[in-house]
């Protein structure tokens, strides 16, 4: 592609064959009243009344959620789940966006599925009650699943890996394995968003934000403004995993650094109450879509900061970026921003 032309490249997601593999989990939010003026009569402690609960693909399920919102045409998910109800739950999620979830393994005994339960109280978050964080997946259910993956990679355009657990799917050895094999099949993009075991990649993109990169090379954290910091450490980043970097800025916008070129653009000044949650979901599947559909890093990061203005603006929730909604934001006052592309430095 020459020119950042949105409908082109949400015409070419229609034919996109795209997967992720990594920490699936499911979202639980419901609203949460404590002074309810009811004790249980069995152990006579204050009951809490819960509503208007809903629940959304989390972890890599709001990737995959995020993609199907773009309009990829194709989408696998390859991770674990416990027989239990929230298992049954996220397939369900993922199936009714038409996910493809033959390679979401049901692990039959110690594993939980994942899940984040956010209580909402006047419009705000609670402390959430985790599922699953501390599971410990099996070398045989491993090794099912990167077989599965093996099978599945010739048929693919773009595979996203997910890491973000404490305990996750891919720990720092298994991410070396799964780096081995990817290497194997370069007809595919790849695009990796790693809390932890990110640096343990080579030859493969990693997104990142300023915490994490921080974090993977040992460095005092800069403020997400501080240019000079975020272009120094992410070309830094980009030698050693002999891959592109992209870093998420917050409201600075995203960068775009390998061992050869950069590019960045701005964030867009948006008003009113945030919610960053998910946000970096966002921006890991936009990129891996442009990517996949042959655009170019500029056009990429560049829709992907759009995806991401469009996220942040939905409160209470997972949120995802449809294709109307990101030609609003593109059409509408804030397009200048977006008026050329963003120069290589």
Same mark, same amino acid.
């Given at each position: 592609?020459?020119d950042?032309?949105?409908?082109?490249?949400?015409?070419r997601?229609?034919?996109?064959?795209?997967?992720?593999?990594?920490?699936?989990?499911?979202?639980?939010?419901y609203?949460?009243q404590?002074?309810?003026?009811?004790?249980?009569?069995?152990?006579?402690?204050?009951?809490h009344?819960?509503?208007?609960?809903?629940?959304?693909?989390?972890?890599?399920?709001?990737?995959?959620?995020?993609?199907?919102?773009?309009?990829?045409?194709?989408?696998?998910?390859?991770?674990?789940?416990?027989?239990?109800?929230?298992?049954?739950?996220?397939?369900?999620?993922?199936?009714?966006?038409?996910?493809?979830?033959?390679?979401?393994?049901?692990?039959?005994?110690?594993?939980?599925?994942?899940?984040?339960?956010?209580?909402?109280?006047?419009g705000?978050?609670?402390?959430?009650?985790?599922?699953?964080?501390?599971?410990?997946?099996?070398?045989?259910?491993?090794?099912?699943?990167?077989?599965?993956?093996?099978?599945?990679?010739?048929?693919?355009?773009?595979?996203?890996?997910?890491?973000q657990?404490?305990?996750?799917?891919?720990?720092?050895?298994?991410?070396v394995?799964?780096?081995?094999?990817?290497?194997?099949?370069?007809?595919?993009?790849?695009?990796?968003?790693?809390?932890?075991?990110?640096?343990?990649?080579?030859?493969?993109p /990693?997104? #990142?934000?300023? %915490? &994490?990169? @921080?974090?993977?090379?040992?460095? =005092?954290?800069?403020s997400?403004? !501080?240019?000079?910091?975020?272009?120094?450490?992410?070309?830094?980043?980009?030698?050693?995993?002999?891959?592109?970097?992209?870093?998420?800025?917050?409201?600075?916008?995203? /960068?775009? #650094?390998?061992t %050869? &070129?950069? @590019?960045?653009?701005?964030?867009? =000044?948006?008003a009113g109450?945030? !919610?960053?949650?998910?946000?970096?979901?966002?921006?890991?599947?936009?990129?891996?879509?442009?990517?996949?559909?042959?655009?170019?890093p500029?056009?990429?990061?560049?829709?992907?900061?759009?995806?991401? %203005?469009v996220?942040?603006?939905?409160?209470?929730?997972?949120?995802?970026?449809n294709?109307?909604?990101?030609?609003?934001?593109?059409?509408?006052?804030?397009?200048?921003?977006?008026?050329?592309?963003?120069?290589?430095s």
């Amino acid at each position: 592609m020459t020119d950042f032309d949105l409908p082109t490249l949400f015409d070419r997601f229609r034919t996109l064959r795209a997967a992720v593999i990594g920490d699936f989990a499911v979202d639980c939010y419901y609203t949460l009243q404590t002074e309810t003026g009811e004790n249980s009569l069995e152990t006579g402690l204050p009951v809490h009344w819960g509503g208007r609960m809903q629940t959304s693909p989390g972890g890599a399920g709001n990737v995959v959620q995020n993609l199907a919102a773009l309009g990829v045409g194709a989408i696998r998910a390859f991770g674990a789940v416990g027989p239990d109800a929230f298992g049954r739950e996220l397939r369900h999620l993922l199936q009714r966006v038409n996910v493809d979830t033959s390679g979401l393994l049901t692990v039959e005994t110690g594993w939980d599925t994942c899940v984040y339960t956010k209580p909402m109280r006047e419009g705000r978050e609670g402390n959430r009650l985790d599922f699953g964080t501390q599971n410990a997946l099996s070398e045989a259910v491993f090794g099912q699943l990167l077989a599965e993956l093996e099978r599945a990679l010739p048929t693919l355009d773009v595979l996203i890996l997910n890491q973000q657990f404490p305990a996750p799917l891919l720990d720092a050895a298994r991410t070396v394995r799964l780096n081995e094999l990817l290497l194997n099949h370069p007809n595919c993009q790849y695009v990796a968003d790693m809390r932890h075991v990110g640096q343990h990649l080579r030859q493969i993109p /990693l997104k #990142v934000n300023t %915490a &994490e990169l @921080a974090r993977m090379l040992n460095v =005092p954290e800069a403020s997400e403004e !501080d240019e000079d910091w975020c272009r120094q450490h992410s070309r830094q980043l980009a030698g050693r995993l002999s891959a592109p970097v992209i870093l998420t800025r917050g409201a600075a916008g995203i /960068l775009y #650094v390998d061992t %050869a &070129e950069s @590019a960045s653009v701005a964030g867009l =000044p948006l008003a009113g109450p945030l !919610d960053t949650v998910g946000a970096g979901d966002t921006v890991v599947a936009a990129y891996a879509a442009c990517r996949g559909a042959g655009a170019r890093p500029p056009e990429a990061i560049a829709l992907a900061n759009l995806a991401a %203005a469009v996220t942040v603006q939905k409160l209470g929730q997972t949120g995802t970026a449809n294709r109307e909604e990101i030609s609003e934001l593109a059409n509408g006052e804030l397009a200048n921003s977006f008026a050329r592309l963003p120069r290589n430095s």
